[in-house]
């Protein structure tokens, strides 16, 4: 890890917070915040969803005014009530935001999405493009970005993309008509592949080099420890600590946003000799994208499975749930030889599935908790054929408690929480049926700390009773502390299998990368 640049104790304060609080009809969702924000640093901002992190945020941009007598923010020189800034306030005070999904206009170029809020240059009365062109090169130039003008915003890397946003939202800064004191950056390697993060990285040094405040905000907490100078933890609506990263762990990190050890992350599993009875077998198994695979896995035991994309471990999963079904080779679930065709099918043998992709393939956001807690178990909450909302509310009553799940109440639509509280009720969906096989595709991929350390201790619940759980992670240290055992998958083949002292992200990195080469 490379370290981050050192603290500079005596750098001037750009951005200051004092006792901001926010509070709405369910609670307080941000209880006297009170830190400091440095010029030229970069001040990582984290916390579990929920953690008061969003809230911050929008009492900065003014979108979401704080309490009255809710606290102060400095700027500079400039102090006003928390509860009276606005949008307006805060762009003329010099604080700048680019969000997750960075706000681009696709079917135009750089220069032209640069531009865009911006007095354009005129000659003769119209648009003077090499003007505008040049005026681009010069502002990308300032921060390094090596990309041309003319280019469709649309087909550039999604790091360049952003990019570009966060060198339109300095351009005041770097033409000097108004300084920018800070910047925040919301998520912005989120949706990045990993061979974009680092060039991300590097663009928001540059920034901070320039002199701006760069609050960063992000799950990620290698990236955090080594971009960052300074970092603030919220947990709950309620400041934790302001710290500088130098000398900072990730175990300590993580207890500070989770709120206890690290030792109760990754809950401990049972050894080898303590597991149950084979529960699914496939031998000599074919399906599209999956090729001759053998795997046995046990009551009681967590299999992880490690590959790249395209390496057929999604579609392994999907020959157990019947999505995907095999086209050779043997299945058996407790001892017998089955044929799984259909999802319908593997539900009748205990089987359940998280898939990868959350929104689009498990939750439905325009029902309520409830409807989506009780979408497994129909027949469980129904009387002669027809549902029972007194049953599936005192289903989805007793999984909210037991699960943890963060929401209003029952009835709040699913698209009301947040990422880690979702998970949490489609993977109560499936514990409430007592699975015998849980196929996990990416668990807590876009899920905040506290709320992986809750789905982690589910997971390990349902295998402490004597479930097997079959885990996919592009995750590897998550990979190796949850599993037992992780097999290895390349071109749809299993390569290699890694256990016991050898099963560390290190190793499997290792392996991952070289049976690809062997096979490519």
């Given amino acids: 890890m490379t370290a981050p640049p050192a603290a500079t104790e005596n750098r001037r304060v750009a951005v200051s917070v004092?006792?901001?609080?926010?509070?709405?009809?369910?609670?307080?969702?941000l209880d006297q915040a009170t830190f400091n924000i440095r010029a030229g640093a970069v001040h990582g901002l984290v916390g579990g969803n929920g953690s008061g992190k969003s809230t911050l945020v929008k009492c900065l941009a003014g979108v979401q005014p704080?309490?009255?007598n809710g606290g102060t923010i400095t700027v500079g020189t400039t102090t006003v009530a928390a509860s009276e800034v606005t949008p307006s306030w805060s762009?003329?005070?010099?604080?700048?935001?680019?969000?997750?999904n960075p706000a681009v206009f696709a079917t135009l170029d750089v220069a032209e999405n640069l531009a865009a809020g911006e007095p354009l240059p005129l000659r003769y009365g119209r648009v003077d493009r090499a003007a505008l062109h040049s005026r681009a090169r010069t502002l990308l130039d300032y921060f390094d970005i090596d990309i041309a003008t003319t280019a469709t915003v649309g087909d550039l890397r999604l790091a360049d993309q952003t990019m570009i946003a966060i060198a339109r939202a300095l351009q005041d800064h770097v033409t000097g008509r108004a300084p920018v004191s800070a910047i925040v950056l919301d998520e912005p390697t989120a949706a990045l592949p990993e061979e974009e993060v680092a060039v991300l990285l590097d663009a928001v040094r540059r920034v901070a080099a320039a002199g701006v405040a760069v609050v960063y905000?992000?799950?990620?907490?290698?990236?955090?420890?080594?971009?960052c100078t300074d970092l603030t933890v919220l947990r709950d609506g309620q400041h934790i600590t302001t710290t500088t990263t130098d000398g900072l762990t990730e175990k300590t990190l993580i207890s500070h946003i989770v709120g206890r050890p690290l030792d109760e992350v990754f809950p401990k599993s049972k050894t080898r000799s303590a597991l149950g009875p084979v529960v699914a077998s496939l031998r000599n198994v074919y399906a599209p994208g999956v090729r001759d695979v053998d795997l046995d896995v046990h009551g009681g035991e967590?299999?992880?499975?490690?590959?790249?994309?395209?390496?057929?471990?999604?579609?392994?999963?999907?020959?157990l749930f019947g999505s995907n079904p095999a086209s050779a080779g043997t299945v058996t679930v407790d001892g017998d030889t089955v044929a799984i065709p259909s999802p319908r099918r593997?539900?009748?043998?205990?089987?359940?599935?998280?898939?990868?992709?959350?929104?689009?393939?498990a939750a439905f956001p325009d029902q309520t908790v409830a409807q989506n807690i009780s979408a497994a178990s129909l027949p469980a909450v129904s009387t002669l054929n027809r549902l029972s909302r007194r049953r599936e509310r005192t289903l989805a009553r007793r999984s909210i408690t037991d699960y943890a799940i963060r929401t209003r109440n029952d009835s709040?639509?699913?698209?009301?929480?947040?990422?880690?509280?979702?998970?949490?009720?489609?993977?109560?969906?499936?514990?409430?049926?007592?699975?015998?096989?849980l196929l996990l595709d990416e668990p807590t991929q876009g899920v905040d700390v506290g709320a992986r350390t809750d789905a982690y201790a589910l997971i390990r619940r349902a295998v402490t009773a004597g479930a097997a759980a079959i885990l996919v992670s592009s995750d590897f240290e998550e990979l190796a502390d949850m599993s037992d055992r992780v097999l290895v998958l390349d071109n749809g083949r299993i390569t290699a299998e890694v256990s016991g002292h050898d099963l560390d992200r290190h190793t499997l990195t290792e392996l991952v990368f070289t049976t690809k080469e062997q096979s490519a």
Avoid: C
Avoid at 18 to 23: A, D, F, G, L
């Fill in 217 to 227: 905000i992000s799950h990620r907490l290698d990236e955090i420890l080594t971009l």
């Fill in 412 to 437: 709040a639509l699913m698209s009301s929480l947040s990422g880690g509280n979702q998970q949490k009720v489609i993977l109560a969906r499936w514990m409430s049926r007592s699975p015998r096989l």
């Fill in 91 to 100: 762009r003329h005070a010099g604080l700048r935001f680019v969000h997750q």
């Fill in 18 to 29: 004092e006792n901001v609080s926010k509070t709405f009809p369910g609670g307080r969702a």
């Fill in 66 to 68: 704080a309490d009255p």
């Fill in 302 to 319: 967590i299999l992880g499975i490690a590959g790249l994309l395209g390496s057929g471990r999604s579609e392994l999963l999907q020959v």
């Fill in 346 to 361: 593997a539900m009748d043998l205990g089987i359940a599935y998280v898939p990868e992709h959350r929104d689009l393939e």
